[in-house]
């Protein structure tokens, strides 16, 4: 047994029937390069098999404390079925991009059985109509509760699946044993023991915010941080439906490499989150909900302590992000984007994340638990939304990789969203390549191929600014207008 942290409870406490709490990788693969030139679906389920012994995440499930006393425990679970988690689908014909975005929009929006390990594993195939992908290619879509991974730990449980070498999976023995289920007594006498040691800690937690308070009202006196409050709400601030919608386009990463070192001290980060904000801009101006003031990002970031990149669960900080909307100019809007990224790391410096992380364990799991509940039924969320959007950026390998000897193509990602937030977008690199994928409450993004063209224009934008390609930065307003949302339904 082992107990949930108290931000991984977090997620596990938000969850809800519009708003399920997983996070998803998304794979796709060329078979020309696996024996025979195809890979069958029981070579794909002996490699999880074999490959279950590297993470935890794979054979555990959640057990609540009664009345939530306490925070949850994960347990092995001695029933485990991997054939219930890992599943096989095929798209019907022509097998196109857009087939396959609502696909896993459906996919995406259905809630994880939580009696069960809380992950889920599709083999997509049919992929025959999808641009820069060939006949016979297939897809691994995942589907992993935030309450056990984020982006980092996310990233070295696929990469734990795959080969860095063509040839067959290799199959390792692998010894291991359930567990029975805790009895509620043994939780509740588990819970007294937290309890009592609580005080302590909610000390320190205490101490910490205030000398950090300090610190931070310092800093906003001699203006060495930006001011990120939220005064104007636009629509993917408002209270989500459970249906979503799923897109993404893929960059080759000397692109956006390009238009960072066309402006001195940026970093391809920055780049990327120019490339949402014009995208943000583009989009929100044709729906004539564009506020004057700029637009604010989370940005996740990881405060794991060098040595510590193995562990699983939640270990990140947020970090907010003026987006520089208001500001047509993109190379100007990229350059703030840099000079506000650099004040907002000072502004977590000082106030100490990755300590504030750590005694927020402190916090006893029932005010946790029944604050969020509270939050959510008061609507708080959606009524005062803290950013506008999510971007969260993770890095994946640079060499290529194998599933049963195919080799991995793109990497894309899909995020979890909330009321209040109903955009959620996701960097992914892989070998050469950058994907901007996202995913959105369907009521309030509901034409998602225009926002792909959106992300597009963006990024060319910045590459005719910065001399990457010929004629005129062309304006926002002459943007062909989306469907309507009748139409798009």
Not at 13 to 26: D, F, G, T, V
Not at 58 to 68: A, Q
Not at 248 to 267: M, S
Not at 441 to 467: H, K, V
């Amino acid at each position: 047994m082992k107990q949930l942290g108290a931000l991984d409870s977090l997620f596990l406490y938000n969850e809800r029937r519009n708003a399920p709490m997983h996070i998803s990788p998304l794979i796709f693969y060329d078979v020309r390069t696996a024996k025979d030139g195809f890979v069958r679906f029981k070579d794909i389920l002996a490699t999880f098999r074999s490959r279950l012994a590297f993470s935890p995440v794979f054979r555990r499930k959640l057990v609540r404390v009664p009345l939530d006393l306490d925070y949850p425990w994960w347990v092995e679970d001695k029933d485990f079925d991997l054939e219930f988690h890992v599943r096989h689908m095929a798209l019907p014909k022509p097998g196109d991009w857009r087939q396959f975005c609502i696909l896993i929009a459906r996919l995406h929006s259905r809630a994880l059985d939580l009696s069960r390990p809380p992950w889920e594993a599709y083999i997509i195939e049919g992929l025959d109509n999808i641009p820069g992908l060939p006949p016979g290619s297939f897809a691994l879509y995942m589907k992993i509760h935030h309450c056990a991974i984020d982006g980092a730990t996310g990233n070295q449980i696929v990469e734990a699946l795959h080969d860095l070498e063509q040839g067959p999976p290799q199959i390792r023995e692998d010894v291991w044993c359930g567990e029975p289920d805790p009895r509620p007594r043994v939780l509740l006498r588990k819970a007294l023991v937290t309890l009592s040691g609580q005080p302590r800690g909610i000390y320190g937690l205490a101490r910490h915010s205030w000398s950090a308070r300090k610190r931070v009202r310092e800093g906003f006196a001699g203006k060495d941080f930006p001011e990120h409050h939220v005064k104007d709400r636009i629509l993917f601030n408002g209270v989500i439906t459970p249906h979503r919608v799923f897109g993404g386009v893929p960059f080759g990463i000397d692109r956006l490499k390009a238009v960072k070192n066309a402006v001195g001290n940026c970093t391809l980060n920055d780049a990327v989150l120019a490339v949402v904000a014009g995208a943000m801009r583009r989009y929100l101006s044709t729906r004539n909900d564009l506020p004057q003031r700029p637009l604010i990002a989370a940005v996740p970031i990881n405060v794991r302590a060098p040595g510590s990149k193995s562990e699983s669960g939640n270990l990140v900080s947020i970090m907010r992000i003026c987006l520089s909307t208001d500001i047509a100019d993109p190379l100007e809007r990229l350059r703030r984007i840099n000079e506000d990224a650099v004040s907002s790391k000072a502004y977590q410096n000082a106030i100490g994340a990755e300590r504030i992380a750590d005694l927020s364990q402190s916090l006893p799991s029932s005010v946790a638990a029944l604050g969020m509940r509270a939050a959510l039924a008061a609507g708080i969320t959606s009524r005062s939304p803290m950013v506008h959007t999510v971007v969260t950026n993770v890095p994946g390998p640079q060499v290529p990789l194998y599933l049963c000897g195919a080799r991995a193509v793109w990497w894309y990602g899909a995020g979890c969203l909330a009321d209040g937030l109903g955009l959620f977008h996701t960097i992914t690199s892989y070998y050469g390549t950058i994907a901007i994928s996202y995913v959105a409450c369907r009521s309030m993004l509901p034409d998602p191929e225009f926002y792909d063209s959106c992300i597009r224009q963006s990024l060319e934008e910045l590459e005719r600014a910065t001399g990457q390609l010929p004629g005129k930065q062309v304006p926002a307003r002459r943007t062909r207008k989306p469907p309507t949302a009748k139409a798009a339904r």
